[in-house]
């Protein structure tokens, strides 16, 4: 072989070295199925646990006084324990054959699956409370330096740390229907490039991650407006009795930290299409100058894009059910949550794929 042609065949493929010094987390789809039945396996022997009479058993109201706005709200541990063991059995099964490269009607049938169980695990299971707890961390830490107590930690009953563990595992079992998916179309697991990926396409995604940052920052606005008024003593939207009763009770303070860290997240989801959110700041401390990791930005973005789809999804269904016109301004604003989700999840998606690179696998 020609010297020349040896040395552009050979700097054409990924560097061994440098693949095997690859962190762990960009090696997700050699881990991801293991991790993913591990985890499936593990909550299948939970829900026989609580089949067979165990206690903690975290959905229904009968387990869980606080569970009014949760889909399984009429769960039992007797039939739900033994569902989520046979829901589990039949998942650790499928995970078998996703392993292997399927065509046709088995594909489609095994794709179903995977993504059936990553959109109820995500969205069906959660429920409000999951995002009060993740919303409420930078308010109780602020109130903390101000000497007042929200009880943070109140939030996190047992059913509410199982809903975090669900959304763990939609996650693991979302990564893994990705995977298969590239897998079984010819295109690399780890970036999902193949040969009609084009220059044209990735504009596409620049253009609809734009839109998309810019709906996820003005959807919040609303709630904004009407929860720093109330601070202000400014009954928009609500009753002269329930901005008292808001007074009375300090809520009027929490509306306007959740509100603040609203703001917060907005120009944090600026940076999805700002220079500096691939790279820090030179005034950034320690960082200055460094390149953003991607999942810095991915997995933060992407919890709070699910969290608050499946938030406004329920209130607007209690809405319709409700119709409380009265105090529209503390309820219409909540409306916007799965807009300001569905924005969120579609930025954060244009925000990866961007920020991919030349592929060390695929080269």
Same mark, same amino acid.
């Given at each position: 072989?020609?010297?020349?042609?040896?040395?552009?065949v050979s700097s054409a493929l990924p560097d061994?070295?440098?693949?095997?010094?690859?962190?762990?987390?960009?090696?997700?789809?050699?881990?991801?199925?293991?991790?993913?039945?591990?985890?499936?396996?593990?909550?299948?022997?939970?829900?026989?646990?609580?089949?067979?009479?165990?206690?903690?058993?975290?959905?229904?109201?009968?387990?869980?006084?606080?569970?009014?706005?949760?889909?399984?709200?009429?769960?039992?541990?007797?039939?739900?324990?033994?569902?989520?063991?046979?829901?589990? %059995? #039949?998942? /650790?099964?499928?995970? =078998?054959?996703?392993? +292997?490269?399927? @065509?046709?009607?088995? *594909?489609?049938?095994?794709?179903?699956?995977?993504?059936?169980?990553?959109?109820?695990?995500?969205?069906?299971?959660?429920?409000?409370?999951?995002?009060?707890?993740?919303?409420?961390?930078?308010?109780?830490?602020?109130?903390?330096?101000?000497?007042?107590?929200?009880?943070?930690?109140?939030?996190?009953?047992?059913?509410?740390?199982?809903?975090?563990?669900?959304?763990?595992?939609? %996650? #693991?079992? /979302?990564?893994?229907? =990705?995977?298969?998916? +590239?897998?079984? @179309?010819?295109?690399? *697991?780890?970036?999902?490039?193949?040969?009609?990926?084009?220059?044209?396409?990735?504009?596409?995604?620049?253009?609809?991650?734009?839109?998309?940052?810019?709906?996820?920052?003005?959807?919040?606005?609303?709630?904004?407006?009407?929860?720093?008024?109330w601070l202000l003593g400014i009954p928009f939207?609500?009753?002269?009795?329930?901005?008292?009763?808001?007074?009375?009770?300090?809520?009027?303070?929490?509306? /306007?930290?959740?509100? =603040?860290?609203?703001?917060?997240?907005?120009?944090?989801?600026?940076?999805?299409?700002?220079?500096?959110?691939?790279?820090?700041?030179?005034?950034?401390?320690?960082?200055?100058?460094?390149?953003?990791?991607?999942?810095?930005?991915?997995?933060?973005?992407?919890?709070?894009?699910?969290?608050?789809?499946?938030?406004?999804?329920?209130?607007?269904?209690?809405?319709?059910?409700?119709?409380?016109?009265?105090?529209?301004?503390?309820?219409?604003p909540l409306l916007l949550m799965p807009v300001?989700?569905?924005?969120?999840?579609?930025?954060?998606?244009?925000?990866?794929?961007?920020?991919?690179?030349?592929?060390?696998?695929?080269?």
């Amino acid at each position: 072989m020609n010297p020349a042609n040896e040395k552009n065949v050979s700097s054409a493929l990924p560097d061994q070295s440098e693949t095997s010094t690859l962190h762990w987390w960009k090696r997700w789809p050699d881990w991801v199925p293991y991790a993913t039945i591990i985890w499936t396996l593990a909550y299948g022997v939970l829900g026989l646990y609580w089949w067979a009479g165990g206690q903690g058993f975290p959905l229904g109201l009968v387990n869980d006084p606080g569970a009014a706005h949760s889909l399984f709200r009429q769960a039992a541990a007797a039939d739900g324990g033994l569902l989520i063991a046979c829901l589990c %059995l #039949l998942g /650790a099964m499928a995970m =078998l054959l996703l392993n +292997r490269k399927a @065509r046709g009607i088995t *594909r489609a049938i095994m794709l179903l699956y995977a993504w059936s169980a990553a959109m109820v695990l995500c969205f069906a299971i959660p429920d409000p409370r999951a995002l009060i707890g993740m919303a409420y961390a930078p308010v109780s830490l602020i109130g903390a330096v101000f000497g007042q107590s929200l009880h943070y930690l109140d939030f996190f009953t047992w059913p509410v740390v199982n809903q975090y563990i669900c959304l763990i595992g939609g %996650l #693991l079992w /979302a990564a893994t229907a =990705l995977t298969y998916q +590239r897998h079984t @179309r010819d295109a690399c *697991r780890y970036c999902g490039r193949n040969k009609g990926h084009t220059l044209r396409r990735m504009n596409v995604v620049t253009r609809l991650g734009r839109w998309a940052t810019y709906a996820a920052i003005l959807a919040p606005l609303y709630y904004d407006i009407t929860r720093i008024a109330w601070l202000l003593g400014i009954p928009f939207g609500i009753t002269d009795e329930m901005l008292y009763s808001l007074q009375a009770s300090d809520a009027d303070w929490a509306g /306007a930290g959740l509100a =603040l860290v609203s703001i917060g997240g907005a120009f944090l989801t600026h940076g999805l299409i700002k220079p500096w959110g691939e790279s820090f700041p030179r005034w950034f401390p320690i960082l200055g100058g460094r390149r953003v990791p991607p999942a810095l930005a991915v997995i933060p973005a992407g919890f709070v894009a699910i969290l608050l789809t499946v938030t406004g999804i329920q209130v607007i269904l209690e809405f319709t059910m409700s119709g409380d016109f009265q105090n529209w301004g503390g309820t219409t604003p909540l409306l916007l949550m799965p807009v300001w989700g569905i924005a969120l999840g579609t930025a954060t998606i244009c925000y990866y794929y961007r920020r991919q690179e030349q592929c060390r696998q695929c080269a």
